[in-house]
């Protein structure tokens, strides 16, 4: 143990609050009043105050929750590849992986409530299970107390080892260990098998997550551009890259505040995963498309020639060109000492969470204009009180992970075979 | 019993009474109509064609919207065969409005405002919940319940003097929308459906639609 | 996005045979059609009504409540117009009786321009003081201006008080702008005014020819009459001429779409194809027809009819000047045969008038061989062929068509023009409130007649001045200048007026003091404009419609009460209390102190029609509220008898009157030709063996008063929507009507948008004519050969070279385009035919 010490990650940055820190936290708080404000506007006005119509009723919300789930579920793809494929590099990056999918996941269920125009009937929403939705709600549940589990006894020793290192803050760790304190080997070898199974039921958890999300889409036969089977391979895909894309986005951030001790080696191995991931995307991409546009059955060939030439293109192509073109060429070509340099990798991984969204655009939203009753035309433009409340949740979320920066230990404290 | 609206569309002058008979029975505020009437058009001069489709809620026989509300909000009411909304467990997910093929379904997306001459016997509309056209479940559907719990038999017939009928069919100009019950052999609208040629909107979509076109 | 056709609606049943409808039992009374505004109160009783809004005259029945609320409307049954149903302007007058934005308050204008509140009494004193200022120095400086939606006791009480006390004849009434062809046409051909036929021969007709009329928007219940027909015979062919692909030609099996302005062409060619073919009936022109050229009864002609009519005699004697004029001075017309005619029509072969109809020669043979080998024909028309220069000349053409072929006077067999008003037959051309009319088609230059309403206005011996008045656009004209009051009822002319501009600055001028009577005031607060109101310089409110009670005439000579069933709103006069009231401050009070009820008003003019072929004497209201209406004319020996409606006139086994001519000895049964049917309006006239005989004349294709040129290329048409009435004061203050039509448009041919600047679906475009300048909101329809394509709101296609526009909108006055040139005979303006371009904005 002593001869590991330096190589342990250092906890001083939990320690002080940096102005700039603060500035951060206040930033974000503003932007969540602002979302909350939004959402009480929300509900006193109604969903009037939405750019949606009742032709397309779904709208930024849908979007973003369909992009946040993604991101959960491929938080949890990239943290199993430590248990589960045994990658031991991706170590220190497992647990802000495991903590950024359970983010996710909360506020992909916050865009999903606000959402509702009815809140208050929210609980009859499990009545129907021939619904998709209802079967949503029920993986989303289930997942998120696999993520809250997986945390817990991934980290629940070092909270514990927190709490003796700062005093102050005993209470916290104390609620975050559940008030078990047991550090013996009989318990850790426990709660090691647990953590084992629990991390082997998160991957298909995660993967269910997404296909379930997927079919909530696509088993709606009166939107051709949803109801495709195709659909959730490409909702998992995308999940997988936009997952990794965030946790590379974070981990570059968080090793830039914190000077934490990650290898640039897992940074390039991250950009590799993305590498390998965008042709299995374009792939399903070209194979859905190209059905599209060569059968001419009515409904398919109308909405695929209306996203991917159409008015609706738009976002189609901002998907394909500056979300998987361009990051595969970077990730690519350009190396240096053999490695791609940290800021490639990050700005691919920008980029393909910018694309993925248009993607979610194009899914959820462009799907919708889909007319074949002729009614008169419509569009939807999100409105400012719709993009304030988003602005909330995303504001929310990066908030949970700055708090627990200060309290959490994303990197290992101790190692468990000592 | 299947309540269904057959559209004799050569009588149809697209006049929208329907619309206007609709809005003011349901108290609807006129920016989102339960039933429309499309005036479409086609050829080229002279030869153009243009038809009128009156279009209420289909009630289909197998409704999409019902099988993917997750609230069972949406139900297929067992003794009429209609499709009617339960607006106290509709939580406004507007699933089935992106589920209905005809785009039927329409969201109160504010508080229903206040429209002149509100009718109270129409049905509640709370902010935040879906709604369509329940072929005027508060008449119709009332008399067939009432009949119920009498025990007495009701035939829902078009011709019959006393028939309780939707608002739309009532004030067709045209006398294009009839309306009956199809499990009825002897009832008007059976004896028509047999004897004519009928069309279904977005046949392909397979919902069994129950309003039938027929020219 | 597009969508097939097949994918639309895809066939699903196959049919086992092809029973008709008919024979299903289609049950036109539809009972319970009951149309709540206020559900909860309960109905006490139903009181009977006509629809206040257009000619086809509904029958409907108002729910009131125990404490007189208007708590629903239903269609009258069996009212035989409408079987009960009704359109949605009809269904939602509650709207209109109960908007927040009916005026109540009577209003002078200052000197500022600002409006002061006063009441009733100083409002009536100062209407009084002005009119009596203007009669003490001349009295034909006065001019009442009638809407023909006022009841036609109303009318009478206004006419009595014009033309009988004061001794003016300048009363005019909107329904010169919308009929007054009609009459004059009626009258040239046949000596009599108002149709023939009736609404139940549509019931019975085999082929339907509507031309400038779309009935299935304008008459929607008469259009459902004839969808019923159709749907009960199968061999039923309707035919729509109209410049617009509109609902009517949509359901019509032909449509003939020909150019503005260019229906008499058309018809001659019909015509041609008649004689040509020897598809006329020789024995009913034996013994029915008498032909005619030139004006008969003095009628003048304008420059371009004058041109045309010296084309046709070029080479023969008539087209050396001296003889010419000989021709028209000739007050009884010029008396022409049947081979002349003939020589006439060769000119108009459908293959040469091809290109100036746009219609296709195949098409013109075509439509006139079913026209006129259908067993039963009715022909229909309203507003295409009455406004219009040759207004006259194409009610004529319309009669030759049915004269030539005996088409006319027996069941089935009709024309008639639909009158766009609901008391402009009624109100207007019966109870003569036109320029030159008196009470039940008698003429002020008649002196007998003088006399005769003389005694039943209990006025002096001599008060109704012979000389004939000003005439709707010549008294706008003289605004100022000649007239010093104008005193408008119940009408809208600065929107109606063609050539705006102009009128809107005649009425704004201080020369002319306009009082106005109105439901709706100039100040309001939805940010619509009540265009006349806005320019009075007294403003009076008044009650509405069921409000105050009365009798309203629809097209088919039916005459029907409106109960008084509705309470009076905030205290508000009617019209005719109004009128009397102005008339007692006057210090006429004597004249008008009989008039209690709308009843006595009523009585006292069904009884001066006693006698006239316009005779309602057996129509009380008690009568007319039993027998769903009465259709003159209906004699007092009938009272009583639901028999005693007249179907149909000129045929002595209908016609009361006829009956009674010859049973009083005034027409010898002699004359009387074995089918029964004798024109007596035009018995006293010419040598014996023309009497009891229809004029055909020759009337030759005539051009617009305003041609399409280079400069202006395009010809506009306007007219009204389906939702909207007139000038939409009413109709858009009624939210879901004015949802779906929320502002006026223009209608312009994908062919046409795409030649002016590639204009597209909702570009604004600025109309502009030689009178003036519009922006409007394009509607472009693209249509596809194949695909179906959806038009939301309401807008038909028109054929390229054509644009249309609706008046409806107060925003956008269009009528600041249309052109102000009048039929010389009936002057009524053109709003049917001017010439445009169109620019995008």
């Known amino acids: 143990m002593e001869k590991n010490f330096e190589t342990r990650p250092s906890v001083k940055y939990m320690e002080n609050l940096s102005p700039g820190y603060i500035f951060w936290v206040a930033i974000l708080l503003a932007f969540i009043c602002g979302g909350i404000y939004a959402y009480i506007n929300q509900f006193v006005h109604g969903l009037a105050t939405t750019g949606l119509n009742d032709k397309i009723v779904w709208g930024l919300y849908i979007q973003n929750f369909a992009f946040f789930v993604g991101l959960s579920a491929g938080g949890v793809m990239v943290a199993s590849l430590v248990y589960v494929l045994k990658q031991e590099q991706f170590q220190p990056i497992a647990r802000i992986a495991e903590v950024v999918a359970l983010i996710c996941i909360l506020m992909a269920s916050m865009s999903i409530f606000v959402d509702l125009g009815n809140p208050k009937n929210f609980l009859f929403i499990l009545s129907n299970f021939k619904s998709p939705i209802a079967y949503d709600v029920l993986i989303i549940n289930v997942y998120t107390l696999i993520c809250c589990l997986y945390i817990y006894f991934d980290t629940r020793v070092d909270f514990v080892a927190l709490k003796d290192k700062f005093p102050g803050r005993k209470l916290l760790y104390t609620l975050l260990s559940l008030g078990r304190s047991k550090t013996d080997e009989k318990t850790l070898r426990k709660e090691k098998r647990i953590f084992t199974f629990i991390a082997f039921l998160a991957l298909p958890a995660a993967f269910l997550l997404h296909s379930i999300t997927a079919w909530v889409f696509g088993l709606v036969g009166a939107v051709p551009g949803w109801s495709q089977s195709i659909i959730a391979p490409i909702f998992i895909v995308s999940a997988m890259i936009s997952g990794t894309a965030l946790i590379t986005v974070i981990i570059i951030i968080f090793k830039a505040v914190t000077k934490a001790n990650i290898k640039n080696e897992v940074i390039s191995k991250l950009g590799l995963i993305m590498a390998c991931l965008i042709p299995i995307d ?7 498309k190209l059905t599209g546009l060569y059968v001419k059955t009515e409904a398919i060939h109308h909405e695929t020639v209306a996203t991917v030439i159409g008015h609706l293109a738009a976002p189609f192509w901002f998907e394909v060109i500056a979300g998987l073109i361009i990051p595969l060429i970077l990730l690519v070509i350009i190396r240096k000492n ?66 627990a920066m200060k309290f959490f230990p994303f990197m290992k404290l101790q190692d468990k075979k000592a | 019993m299947r309540l269904v609206m057959v559209i004799d569309q050569s009588k149809c002058l697209g006049c929208k009474s329907c619309v206007v008979a609709c809005n003011i029975e349901n108290s609807i505020e006129t920016n989102n109509n339960w039933t429309e009437v499309f005036d479409m058009v086609s050829g080229q001069f002279p030869n153009y064609h243009r038809e009128f489709v009156p279009r209420p809620c289909n009630h289909c026989s197998k409704p999409p919207c019902v099988d993917i509300c997750p609230t069972k909000a949406s139900q297929k009411d067992k003794l009429t065969g209609t499709v009617q909304i339960d607006q106290k467990r509709c939580t406004g997910c507007r699933y089935c409005m992106s589920a209905c093929p005809y785009k039927v379904r329409v969201f109160n997306w504010k508080k229903p405002g206040k429209v002149l001459n509100e009718n109270p016997a129409s049905p509640k509309r709370p902010k935040g919940t879906t709604e369509k056209c329940t072929f005027c479940f508060h008449k119709t559907g009332k008399e067939i319940f009432d009949a119920k719990k009498e025990g007495r038999k009701h035939r829902v017939e078009y011709n019959a003097k006393d028939a309780v009928l939707p608002a739309c069919v009532e004030k067709c ?17 059976s004896r028509l459906l047999s004897k004519n040629q009928y069309k279904v909107l977005l046949k392909s979509k397979g919902t069994k639609p129950n309003v039938f076109y027929i020219n | 996005m597009s969508i097939s056709r097949r994918e639309f609606l895809g066939i699903t049943g196959a049919a086992v045979g092809t029973t008709l409808l008919g024979q299903a039992g289609y049950n036109l009374l539809q009972p319970g059609q009951v149309y709540y505004f206020k559900k909860g109160l309960e109905i006490k009783e139903w009181k009977k009504g006509i629809c206040r809004y257009c000619g086809t005259g509904c029958g409907l029945k108002m729910g009131i409540g125990a404490n007189g609320e208007f708590v629903a409307i239903k269609g009258w049954e069996d009212y035989p117009v409408n079987f009960g149903t009704l359109c949605p302007k009809g269904l939602t007058l509650c709207h209109v009786v109960e908007t927040e934005e009916r005026a109540e308050d009577c209003l002078l204008r200052q000197p500022d321009g600002t409006f002061k509140k006063i009441s009733l009494d100083e409002a009536t004193n100062i209407a009084a003081e002005k009119l009596n200022t ?637 009178r003036g300048s519009l922006e409007i909101k394009a509607r472009v329809i693209n249509t596809k050969q194949r695909d179906l394509t959806n038009i939301p709101g309401r807008a038909s296609i028109v054929r390229e070279g054509v644009v249309f526009v609706p008046f409806f909108d107060s925003s956008k006055l269009i009528n600041i385009v249309t052109n102000a040139s009048v039929d010389a005979k009936s002057k009524q303006p053109e709003y049917k035919v001017c010439a445009v371009n169109i620019k995008k904005v």
């Open chain 1, 282 to 288: 374009l792939f399903f991409i070209v194979s859905e």
């Open chain 3, 134 to 770: 203007a009669i003490a120095k001349d009295k034909d400086s006065v001019a009442l201006y009638l809407g023909a939606q006022l009841f036609t006791e109303e009318i009478y009480l206004g006419n009595k008080l014009f033309k009988g006390v004061i001794g003016t004849n300048n009363v005019e009434s909107n329904a010169r702008l919308c009929m007054a062809s009609a009459v004059t046409g009626f009258l040239t051909t046949f000596g009599i005014d108002e149709p023939i036929g009736n609404y139940a021969d549509i019931d019975t007709a085999d082929c339907i020819f509507l031309i400038g009329s779309n009935a299935a928007e304008m008459h929607p219940p008469l259009f459902g009459r004839i969808m019923w027909n159709r749907s009960k015979n199968k061999n039923v062919t309707i035919i729509s001429a109209d410049p617009r692909y509109t609902p009517t030609a949509a359901h019509a099996d032909i449509w003939l779409p020909f150019l503005p302005g260019s229906d008499l062409y058309l018809m001659n060619a019909m015509t041609y194809v008649i004689l040509n073919e020897g598809l006329y009936d020789q024995k009913f022109i034996d013994d029915h027809v008498q032909f005619a050229i030139g004006g008969a009864g003095g009628y003048a002609f304008t420059d371009k009819q004058h041109q045309a009519m010296r084309n046709f005699l070029k080479g023969t004697r008539f087209h050396r000047p001296a003889e010419y004029k000989k021709l028209f001075d000739n007050k009884k017309g010029y008396p022409a045969d049947f081979e002349m005619f003939k020589e006439f029509i060769s000119a108009y072969k459908p293959e040469n008038v091809e290109k100036i109809t746009g219609v296709k020669a195949k098409t013109i043979y075509k439509t006139t061989r079913i026209f006129a080998k259908s067993k039963r024909t009715v022909t229909l028309w309203t507003m295409g062929p009455n406004q219009r220069t040759s207004g006259t000349w194409c009610n004529n053409m319309m009669y030759n068509l049915h004269l030539l072929t005996g088409k006319i006077g027996t069941p089935g067999n009709a024309a008639m023009s639909l009158t766009g008003q609901s008391n402009a037959c009624g109100g207007v051309r019966e109870s003569g409130s036109l320029a030159h009319l008196l009470p039940a088609h008698r003429s002020v230059k008649n002196k007998k007649h003088r006399q005769e309403i003389e005694k039943v206005w209990e006025v002096p011996a001599g008060s109704i001045s012979p000389k004939v008045g000003l005439h709707t656009v010549k008294l706008f004209d003289s605004l100022g200048s000649k007239v010093k009051v104008l005193y408008i009822a119940c009408s809208n002319p600065a929107q109606t007026m063609p050539n705006l501009d102009k009128y809107i600055k005649k009425m704004k001028s201080r020369n002319v003091f306009i009082i106005v009577q109105d439901i709706f005031g100039p100040k309001n607060n939805d940010g619509f404009h009540n265009r006349t109101p806005e320019l009075a310089d007294l403003f009076i409110p008044c009650s509405f419609w069921a409000e105050k009670g009365g009798v309203f005439g629809c097209s088919e000579r039916r005459s029907c009460y409106t109960t008084k069933a509705l309470k009076n709103r905030a205290n508000l006069k009617a019209d005719w209390e109004l009128f009397k009231m102005v008339a007692e401050k006057m210090g006429h009070g004597k004249y008008f102190e009989k008039y209690k009820t709308t009843e006595d008003i009523w009585d006292e003019y069904r009884a001066c029609s006693y006698g006239r072929d316009v005779d309602l004497s057996g129509a009380s209201y008690e009568h007319m509220l039993k027998y769903g209406g009465a259709q003159w004319p209906i004699p007092r020996e009938n009272e009583g008898i639901k028999d005693g409606d007249t179907k149909i006139r000129c045929n002595t086994q209908y016609d009361r009157h006829l009956q009674r001519l010859l049973k009083k000895g005034e027409i010898d049964q002699k004359l009387i030709p074995a089918d029964n049917i004798y024109f007596y309006g035009q018995h006293k006239k010419g040598p014996k063996k023309k009497w009891g005989k229809a004029k055909v004349f020759l009337r030759p294709g005539t051009p617009p008063a305003e041609e399409v040129d280079n400069l202006f290329p395009l010809s506009l048409t306007t007219g009204r929507v389906v939702q909207h009435w007139h000038t939409g004061t009413m109709t858009m203050r009624v939210p879901s009507l004015k949802k779906m039509v929320p502002e006026c448009f223009i209608e312009i041919n994908e062919l046409d948008a795409k030649k002016y600047g590639d204009i597209k679906d909702g570009d604004p475009v600025l109309i502009t004519s030689k």
């Open chain 1, 338 to 403: 053999n490695l791609r340099p940290a800021w490639i990798v990050g700005l691919s991984a920008v980029l393909i969470l910018a694309g993925v969204l248009a993607k979610r655009w194009s899914i959820v939203i462009s799907s919708l204009y889909y007319n074949p009753m002729q009614y008169p035309d419509v569009s939807y433009t999100p409105t400012l009180n719709e993009i304030m409340i988003i602005g909330g949740i995303w504001s929310f979320g990066a908030l949970l992970f700055t708090l």
């Open chain 2, 173 to 189: 100009v045209g006398k294009s929308r009839i309306f009956g019950d199809l499990d009825d052999p002897d009832s008007f609208v």
